[in-house]
């Protein structure tokens, strides 16, 4: 039974990693919604929607598969319809303006400018955003909000989709929150992160010896060991992140991805190979620099300002620590209970090591050939 028990909630992180063997593990669905409010109660703004999310919603590649820049012109109008008939403003009337195109995170995205006819109300005015969360639930809207009192930053989603435009300090506390909880789905659904976190939990019940693995004594121990690996794994990532999103380093993601493929797969060898270090948490460290890199694109095209990104990105930090902590929290009583098992250590383990290569490698070669 424990043995059924390990295998079926490691082998499902995997699973779920196996659904995605596109150039692109990540499969979160986002879009990014700026709106300006002036003094006058004018409206603004620009909303930036993934052209992968606009051509399983209404179909805007041609008969190759194809998305073209003559393809979107020719399927503005729908695009507008689309995407206007699930955003609103009370008392707006929002008119589209310009349609371009722009990259986030290595996808491309239509860029919807657009400016609002509102009537003079004293009645509060609020923001009603529907895009995509028929088709999927997990999709999340990153909106920047800028009106005469201030600064505010949300993450909409099914059970946060309207947004009071007038009491922007009221909700800082809240905003923070999703901030957090758009960290750990962030974590939870993206598969590569996700894989590298079940790798090092593989063995997370153990010490390296001279002679192999070793059990650990204690589950104390093994918590211990697990939240260092963990944190080391977040605080790297912070730190690229942050230099990303400020513009201190600037790594494009066309690259970014393969080399996370490539930590997997550094992870995955380690497990059976003292190829790196006998600290697993310098590896999780060294390895999280480079998903950092990654999760710089999530949050760079909110257009923050410096407070305002640096409070998201506590939030954000945060939730995919809580993330990884939660996935930890289910693997590891299982692993701490086969750690004295010989089936586990001289086949599972490796068993499940060499899955999790054979995928990372997959994606690494997917990776690769979308760089021609």
Not at 2 to 12: K, N, P, Q
Not at 196 to 216: K, N, T, Y
Not at 305 to 322: M, Q, R
């Amino acid at each position: 039974m424990w043995l059924r028990l390990i295998l079926c909630a490691l082998v499902a992180q995997f699973a779920l990693a196996l659904q995605t063997r596109a150039a692109h593990a990540h499969l979160s669905s986002d879009s990014y919604l700026h709106v300006d409010i002036d003094n006058e109660g004018r409206a603004s703004g620009q909303w930036d929607i993934s052209l992968r999310d606009l051509d399983a919603a209404i179909g805007v590649a041609g008969d190759d598969g194809v998305i073209s820049w003559g393809g979107l012109k020719a399927r503005r109008a729908a695009i507008e319809a689309y995407a206007f008939d699930r955003l609103s403003i009370d008392g707006c009337a929002l008119r589209p303006g310009d349609l371009l195109v722009d990259r986030h995170a290595g996808a491309a995205y239509a860029v919807l400018r657009f400016t609002a006819d509102c009537q003079s109300t004293r009645a509060p005015r609020r923001l009603h955003y529907r895009l995509l969360f028929d088709l999927d639930p997990t999709h999340r809207g990153l909106l920047t909000l800028v009106t005469p009192s201030g600064e505010q930053s949300e993450v909409l989603s099914p059970d946060r989709a309207d947004i009071a435009l007038d009491r922007v300090d009221e909700s800082a506390s809240g905003s923070f929150l999703h901030f957090v909880g758009f960290g750990v789905s962030h974590i939870l659904f993206g598969y590569d992160h996700l894989l590298f976190v079940a790798v090092l939990m593989i063995f997370a019940a153990f010490r390296r010896g001279d002679s192999g693995w070793a059990p650990l004594d204690g589950f104390g121990a093994s918590a211990l060991q697990t939240l260092t690996i963990l944190t080391a794994f977040t605080l790297a990532h912070g730190v690229t992140l942050t230099l990303s999103l400020f513009h201190f380093i600037d790594a494009p993601s066309r690259y970014v991805e393969p080399a996370v493929a490539a930590t997997i797969m550094g992870a995955a060898i380690d497990n059976l190979l003292p190829i790196l270090s006998y600290a697993r948490w310098t590896i999780a460290f060294g390895f999280g620099l480079v998903h950092g890199l990654a999760f710089a694109t999530t949050l760079g095209p909110m257009r923050l300002s410096t407070s305002g990104l640096l409070y998201a990105l506590a939030g954000f930090n945060g939730g995919v620590e809580l993330g990884q902590i939660a996935v930890a929290s289910l693997l590891l009583p299982l692993v701490f209970t086969a750690r004295r098992k010989s089936l586990y250590v001289s086949y599972v383990a490796p068993a499940l090591t060499a899955l999790a290569f054979l995928l990372a490698l997959l994606w690494f070669v997917d990776r690769i050939e979308a760089l021609r």
